[in-house]
Structure formats: structure tokens, C-alpha cells
């Protein structure tokens, strides 16, 4: 496994966002069930997420900077949850952090303990490296997928937008039961510090190299926590 990556981020976003940026690594990897020590780390990190802590997590530094950025670019955070926000409310409707298996359970953990937004892509589906750029008129999600709105922001590689950020991913980019490599990206807006998306994507990673993960069959995931 290499160490994190910057991903590109076209002129024209970098201008209006210049501190918007994606940082991402490639590993080895499968998705699969989560093993015992995993599920307990999520059954301790729910006992410890009380609902005071819950109803607090908004006014924290990396979760308002999401939710200032959310702002900038259109969407109401009261509506549309920024990452961190998004995985407490579900955390407090289900009574605890529910497991999905891995790679899910690894990018959960990483949000809850960061609060830095994350996704996972299938690394081998992609055409090149990940960055960031504005869709364009009549452009669709994964080039087949559902139209885009026109500069809405999206994760790309070469060819198409494999995903909108903190959003949905690509039909395709998405990492399925075929899932060989995985690229697992993390997002940094203004107000979120360099060592916080570092801890992110090195949490996640640590987290999978310690979870010999059994295969899933069928398994499938498009999940990015925002």
C-alpha cells in the first residue's frame, strides 16, 4: 500500500474553493464481513456517543467547517447532513453504529472518530487518478447513470464522474464483490486540518489490515459517509 495521495482538483473549482481537496490511498482489498474485534470497536464508539455528544457534534470544528462549506455550494446541512452528522443520526435511530461489513465498517469508524467525510471506490474501475472538477451540461453520473446537475462537484477520473461529492457513487465505480483493489479517498474542505484527513485515511487502513475479513458473497458497496 502507498502512502496518501493529492488528488487533482481542475482550475476552475480550485479558483472558487482553493482550500477543497481530495486526499486518497490504494490498497489491497475486498469487501467482506466484518470480524469480531471490528464489531466490538463499533459497539464501544456507540456506548460512547451519548445524546449529548450527539446533539453537540455540529458546533465541533471539523463538522462546522462541513456544514459553512455545504452552505457555499448550495446545500442546506439541516436537510442534507454533512458526514460526521449524518452516521450520529443514524447512530441514535438505530440505538448504535450498525455493522455492514467491511470496507463500510472501516469508513464509519474513521468519520465518527474524525469527522472527516470519506468514500471507497473500486480502484481497478477507475481511469486514472481521482480529483475533483464541476460536472457539465448533459453529463451523467458514470457516463450511463443518472443526469448531473450542470457544476454540481463530483469525484472523476479521466473519463467520467464516478461519483458526486458526498453523494452517490457511480454504477460501476462502486466496490462490488469483484473488488480487488480499493481506492479510499477522504474529503478536506476549508477549516478541516491536513493531520485530521491524515488520521482518516490511516484509520481506515489500520482498520483493515488488522480484519482478515471473510468474503461476502454478493457483497456491494457505494457508501461514502456525506
Given at each position: 500500500m502507498s502512502g496518501p495521495v493529492s488528488g487533482w482538483v481542475s482550475p476552475e473549482l480550485r479558483d472558487e474553493f482553493p482550500h477543497l481537496g481530495l486526499r486518497y490511498v490504494e490498497l489491497v482489498g475486498s469487501p467482506g464481513k466484518t470480524p469480531r474485534p471490528v464489531r466490538e470497536r463499533l459497539r464501544v464508539m456507540s456506548?460512547?456517543?451519548t445524546g449529548g455528544k450527539a446533539i453537540n457534534t455540529r458546533?465541533?470544528?471539523?463538522p462546522w467547517a462541513y456544514r459553512v462549506f455545504y452552505r457555499q455550494i448550495g446545500i442546506d446541512p439541516d436537510d442534507r447532513?454533512?458526514?460526521i452528522e449524518e452516521v450520529v443520526l443514524e447512530r441514535m435511530k438505530l440505538g448504535g453504529f450498525v455493522s455492514?461489513?467491511?470496507p463500510?465498517?472501516?469508513?464509519?469508524?474513521?468519520?465518527?472518530?474524525?469527522?472527516?467525510?470519506?468514500?471507497?471506490?473500486?480502484?481497478d474501475a477507475l481511469d486514472g487518478p481521482p480529483g475533483l472538477r464541476l460536472a457539465t451540461a448533459g453529463e451523467r453520473l458514470g457516463g450511463k447513470g443518472r443526469r448531473l446537475t450542470p457544476r454540481q462537484i463530483v469525484v472523476a477520473d479521466a473519463s467520467r464522474a464516478v461519483g458526486v461529492l458526498f453523494g452517490d457513487v457511480a454504477e460501476g465505480s462502486e466496490v462490488r464483490s469483484s473488488t480487488r483493489r480499493l481506492t479510499v479517498a477522504a474529503v478536506r474542505v476549508k477549516g478541516v486540518p491536513e493531520v485530521s484527513v491524515e488520521?482518516?485515511?490511516?484509520?481506515?487502513v489500520?482498520?483493515?489490515?488488522?480484519?482478515?475479513?471473510?468474503?461476502?458473497?454478493?457483497?456491494t458497496t457505494s457508501r461514502g459517509t456525506g
Open positions: 456506548n460512547r456517543f458546533q465541533q470544528p471539523v447532513r454533512t458526514p455492514r461489513g467491511l463500510d465498517d472501516a469508513l464509519l469508524i474513521a468519520t465518527v472518530e474524525t469527522g472527516v467525510g470519506m468514500l471507497a471506490l473500486d480502484a488520521e482518516a485515511l490511516w484509520t481506515v489500520e482498520t483493515l489490515d488488522a480484519s482478515p475479513a471473510e468474503p461476502s458473497a454478493g457483497a
